[in-house]
T-cell receptor, first 112, second 113 residues
Framework: GQQLNQSPQSMFIQEGEDVSMNCTSS?????WLWYKQDPGEGPVLLIA?????ELTSNGRLTAQFGITRKDSFLNISASIPSDVGIYFC????????????FGSGTRLLVRP | EPEVTQTPSHQVTQMGQEVILRCVPI?????FYWYRQILGQKVEFLVS????????KSEIFDDQFSVERPDGSNFTLKIRSTKLEDSAMYFC???????????FGQGTRLTVV
């Protein structure tokens, strides 16, 4: 089945450090999205990627859609305490109802 | 900024009871979804709805589940006879057109006791 493997599972970093997380799959995806989820809340969209090879930034966030359409990474530069949360990658499979398949999440903790 | 709203935020129900979770998607959106997240786990797709019918559903979405769009604004998820394992956060999401960003509501925490 379609699965997204997300890594690392968790990260505990110092404020100011850069962070990188990624998702891979054996399936091709149409679109990759990166979400952040705070405790008890819904996922909030950070970045959407549509084209293979696309590199997109949103403030301190940068994400890329892999050239094979099977992977993506998210970088956060100069982390701050409010970056704490769980980051999920999500892919829209080809030939679907535009549903999203989610990765297992990366829990980010930032030490001030 | 337009947002997806869900009610209630928390629902506690007895096993075997019916529950209805409600969502108001963003007004000009056409695609609607329900997802589920068991505590500490990833978000899982349940069902997609477009043009007043289900377009896709997962194996989780069995005969106990149903969805409706009873009027032009609400989108509901009904669980006919709740089980303990139905306890989870349920998220509604909507999308303007295919292949664009899906926006999520704040979720309903369902606790089955």
């Amino acid at each position: 089945g379609q699965q997204l493997n997300q890594s690392p599972q968790s990260m505990f970093i110092q404020e100011g450090e850069d962070v990188s997380m990624n998702c891979t799959s054996s399936s091709i995806f149409n679109t990759w999205l990166w979400y952040k989820q705070d405790p008890g809340e819904g996922p909030v969209l950070l970045i959407a990627l549509y084209k293979a090879g696309e590199l997109t930034s949103n403030g301190r966030l940068t994400a890329q859609f892999g050239i094979t359409r099977k992977d993506s990474f998210l970088n956060i530069s100069a982390s701050i305490p409010s970056d704490v949360g769980i980051y999920f990658c999500a892919g829209q499979p080809m030939d679907s109802s535009y549903k999203l398949i989610f990765g297992s999440g990366t829990r980010l903790l930032v030490r001030p | 900024e337009p947002e997806v709203t869900q009610t209630p935020s928390h629902q506690v129900t007895q096993m075997g009871q019916e529950v209805i979770l409600r969502c108001v998607p963003i007004s000009n959106h056409l695609y609607f979804y329900w997802y589920r997240q068991i505590l500490g786990q990833k978000v899982e797709f349940l069902v997609s709805f477009y043009n007043n019918e289900i377009s896709e559903k997962s194996e989780i979405f069995d005969d106990q589940f149903s969805v409706e769009r009873p009027d032009g604004s609400n989108f509901t998820l009904k669980i006919r006879s709740t089980k303990l394992e139905d306890s989870a956060m349920y998220f509604c999401a909507s999308m303007n057109s295919g292949n664009t960003e899906a926006f999520f509501g704040q979720g309903t925490r369902l606790t089955v006791v």
